[in-house]
């Protein structure tokens, strides 16, 4: 079956910023080398609406917090650049989920990659960030960018 090519097209992928370690001590002497149940925090930059190329960028932390539990720590600061023809037309609805659910989803793939690459060699193995809810995450940030505007606003 021949498939269609989608409009956006990933450009690149990049990392401008990386922090990672391994953490070996654990409170009790002992290293657990079962999944831990890390703090995982993303955040994002969408691209601009109007236009046909645009980046977004990424923030992902896992662990990174004052107390680290043993294993993994990181902090990535990542982008990608798309591109959406300008030609093409679309219903607004659809261009929405071009320019931030499907470079969203794009970019915390190529992380997922990314992250299992460089952690491949530690005393855990490689790390395999989890499924991530994009539409709760998407939410998250437009309620986080609300009230920064209505702080702006009050103020």
């Known amino acids: 079956m021949k498939v269609e090519l989608s409009p956006l ?3 690149s992928f990049y990392v401008t910023e990386i922090s990672y370690e391994f953490n070996l001590e654990a409170e009790d002497g002992e290293l657990e080398l079962d999944e831990l149940p890390y703090d995982i925090d993303i955040d994002y930059l969408p691209g601009n609406s109007s236009d046909s190329i645009f980046a977004v960028y990424i923030k992902l932390q896992v662990n990174n917090g004052k107390s680290k539990l043993p294993g993994h720590s990181f902090f990535i600061n990542a982008g990608g650049l798309f591109e959406i023809d300008p030609d093409l037309e679309f219903p607004e ?3 929405k989920n071009l320019r ?3 470079p969203l989803t794009m970019l915390i793939s190529s992380l997922r990659g990314f992250i299992k690459q460089l952690s491949s060699n530690s005393p ?3 790390y395999l960030l989890p499924s991530i809810d ?3 995450l998407i939410e ?3 309620k986080k960018k609300k009230r ?3 702080t702006k606003i009050i103020k």
Request: charge should be positive; proline fraction near 0%; charged fraction near 30%.
């Open 9 to 11: 097209k990933f450009k």
């Open 93 to 95: 609805s659809a261009l």
């Open 100 to 102: 931030n659910l499907s």
């Open 124 to 126: 855990q193995g490689g």
């Open 134 to 136: 994009i539409f709760d």
């Open 140 to 142: 998250k940030k437009g």
């Open 148 to 150: 920064r505007v209505n």
